[in-house]
């Protein structure tokens, strides 16, 4: 409270003092909330499902500055970042058809909030079918019957089938009986409100002629390796040209043959009869490695590594468990570490391999993928793709033991351990059940994320997943070309 005198004098003569009592300007000191603003996605947009949804804040703190900031869908906490830009990359992939609340909630270094929220919907893919079809059996002695199943992506709600014999059907997976002697090429035609596409198989199903098929004891090893070929052809065949591949041929229907350099080979068995002669070639068959390439003994810390190369490439055999900055063992214990490894930002993973080896790309991640699948070799635009893909990889570079379920086969020696991740806001998740290995390459639409392999203990396959940079992770090293 504040007194004011004023001095009030009558006609010259009588002066009267009076105290005015006045209230004391107190300094306002109410902390401003932040703003908070989600400027992606947009309310009501819609995306479809398994796409990554880009959620973007607009935070600002007029009289301080912004602490955290916090992204939830349908009031469950996926993510938090401390410092602009303030994203989240959310995958959609499993989540439900129908709406979904998206909010964050900005927070300023007075503890106070904002929130802010959109409602999108995610909806089913709209595209065009991508025909794909199998068959059991594809050749036989006729009259010879035929299951065929559709295997197309894009949910077709129409078919047509045409068997190459005159027959088709509109059924999804119909049936045909061969009863002429031949090779018949079979298309398939598949539509739904999209759009309409088709796919047809040359020869592919052969009645009463040879047909040329062939497995192998083994289909990998350290060289020199000897691999013998099982001749496995259809309907008599009375000759056969071997090529293992590596400028060596045979002429016997059930050959050996000893492979001495390291590389990729191609196996091609041609056979014939009175009548045909039909050849099969299966791509990257035969993987010959060096093996066991030996141990690093890392000179920072002392600690060792196994070595081994697979195809062209050498790895570290074991996750990469060098201590530094932006690093932690799982749930912070030391005997986590002496199994699994640590877990490492992105940022801190480029920097931890030791000098002559690197944090791989994810093109050279492709070329170990393709090395190791029995059914998508090197180069196939399978491994261009998002997600689990392949037949078998995950399957063969995955440890024998140390997986909650589904151990792998260890093929080749990789010896991929599942350590986890841990969220830099949320904590540690997922050890025994989930391997996730860092590349170098930045994902192209935000500089926020990298791509990343992720294997899966009940998946046989491999994932190519993006993953914010802030994330930990598991690092393996590859040697320097």
Known sequence: MKIKTILITLSGLLT?????????????????????????????????????????????????????????????????????????????????????????????????????????????????????FTATPTFGDAPLSVDFTDQSTNNPTNWHWDFGDGNTSSEQNPSNIYNEVGTYTVALTA??????????????????????????????????????FSDESFSNPTSWQWDFGDGNSSTEQNPSHTYNQMNLYDVTLTVSNENRSDSETKANFITINGGDAGTLIDARDEQSYKLVTIGKQTWFAKNLNYETNDSWWYDNLSANGDIYGRLYTWEAALMTCPSGWHV??????????????????????????????????????????????????????????????????????????????????????????????????????????????????????????
Not at 203 to 214: G, K, P
Not at 449 to 467: E, L, V
Request: aromatic share 12%.
């Open 360 to 481: 791989p790309s994810d093109d050279e991640w492709k070329i170990l993928e393709g090395t190791v699948d029995s059914n998508f070799p090197v180069g196939d635009p399978e491994w261009d793709g998002p997600y689990y893909r392949g037949f078998d990889a995950g399957k063969h570079l995955k440890s024998q033991s140390g997986w909650g379920t589904n151990h792998g086969t260890d093929a080749v020696g990789f010896t991929a351990l599942p350590g986890g991740i841990f969220y830099t806001e949320e904590g540690f998740d997922f050890i025994i059940d989930y391997a996730f290995f860092w590349t170098a390459t930045e994902t192209e639409l935000n500089s926020t994320s990298a791509f990343g392999r992720g294997m899966y203990s009940t998946y046989r396959t491999i994932g190519r997943a993006q993953s914010s940079k802030k994330n930990a992770r598991s690092v393996r090293c590859i040697k320097d070309e």
């Open 191 to 228: 539509s739904n409100e999209y759009g309409t596409d088709a796919v047809s198989k040359n020869e592919f199903i052969a009645v009463s002629v040879v047909v040329a098929d062939f497995s192998a004891n083994t289909t990998g090893g350290q060289a020199p390796f000897t691999v013998t």
């Open 16 to 132: 009267i003092s009076i105290l005015v009592f006045q209230a004391c300007e107190k300094e306002d000191e109410t902390n401003l909330p932040p703003s908070c603003e989600i400027t992606l996605p947009a309310d009501g947009e819609q995306y479809m499902q398994g796409k990554i949804v880009t959620i973007s804040v607009d935070a600002a703190d007029s009289d301080g500055s912004i602490a955290e900031v916090r992204f939830f869908i349908d009031e469950v906490s996926k993510s938090s970042v401390n410092s602009s830009p303030y994203t989240y990359d959310w995958n959609t992939a499993g989540e439900n058809i129908g709406y979904h609340t998206v909010k964050a909630v900005s927070f300023d270094n007075e503890g106070g909030s904002t929130s802010g929220e959109v409602t999108i919907e995610i909806i089913e893919g709209g595209s065009t079918p991508v025909p794909a």
